[in-house]
T-cell receptor, first 112, second 113 residues
Framework: GDSVTQMEGPVTLSEEAFLTINCTYT??????LFWYVQYPGEGLQLLLK???ADDKGSNKGFEATYRKETTSFHLEKGSVQVSDSAVYFC???????????WGAGTKLIIKP | ETGVTQSPTHLIKTRGQQVTLRCSSQ?????VSWYQQALGQGPQFIFQ???????GRGNFPPRFSGLQFPNYSSELNVNALELDDSALYLC????????????FGQGTRLTVV
């Protein structure tokens, strides 16, 4: 079945460092791909999305490119801030399905 | 434009009891999905409602049931609560289009003791 695999955390970085959180997926057809962020004690917020191959989603300095050839959707940011500390989830929605399939989440800790 | 709102935010119940969680969908959204998120894990899909009918279900027992009302708001009911039901319950609203993103509420933290 469909699945999402994320790099394990926690990922600890210093402020202004470059961030990459890896995400790969398995799915039939052409899924839509999403990154959500969850701050402590809160629900999930959509960070960015891409709906077809080679699309680049971007928001708040974060970017991710839908790579069908490598079935990946890695999250990147050029310069992280302490306020980016949160748990990041990669998810997919298959074109023939109605539910989001989630990765396990990656906790990001940014130190000043 | 109002976002997704859930109530209550926190709840403590005793094993064997029943609970009802509520969700108001984002304005204009006709589809509501419910997810269970255990501590330190990703969300697990419970079910989805569209036009007041269940439109898909994950691997959850029948004691998890739901409703959707004509205004698209929704309820999640859990009967015969078990300790393992302790989790954050998330409601998400969206349009039914397959590529549509889902918008989440802040969740209801359920603790079963």
């Amino acid at each position: 079945g469909d699945s999402v695999t994320q790099m394990e955390g926690p990922v600890t970085l210093s402020e202004e460092a470059f961030l990459t959180i890896n995400c790969t997926y398995t799915a039939t057809g052409y899924p839509s791909l999403f990154w959500y962020v969850q701050y402590p004690g809160e629900g999930l917020q959509l960070l960015l999305k891409a709906t077809k191959a080679d699309d680049k989603g971007s928001n708040k300095g974060f970017e991710a490119t839908y790579r069908k050839e490598t079935t990946s959707f890695h999250l990147e940011k050029g310069s992280v801030q302490v306020s980016d500390s949160a748990v990041y989830f990669c998810a997919l929605k298959a074109s023939s399905n109605y539910q989001l399939i989630w990765g396990a989440g990656t906790k990001l800790i940014i130190k000043p | 434009e109002t976002g997704v709102t859930q109530s209550p935010t926190h709840l403590i119940k005793t094993r064997g009891q029943q609970v009802t969680l509520r969700c108001s969908s984002q304005s204009g959204h006709n589809t509501v999905s419910w997810y269970q998120q255990a501590l330190g894990q990703g969300p697990q899909f419970i079910f989805q409602y569209y036009r007041e009918e269940e439109n898909g279900r994950g691997n959850f027992p029948p004691r998890f049931s739901g409703l959707q009302f004509p205004n698209y708001s929704s309820e999640l009911n859990v009967n015969a609560l078990e300790l393992d039901d302790s989790a954050l319950y998330l409601c998400a609203s969206s349009l039914v289009r397959s590529k549509a993103e889902a918008f989440f509420g802040q969740g209801t933290r359920l603790t079963v003791v």
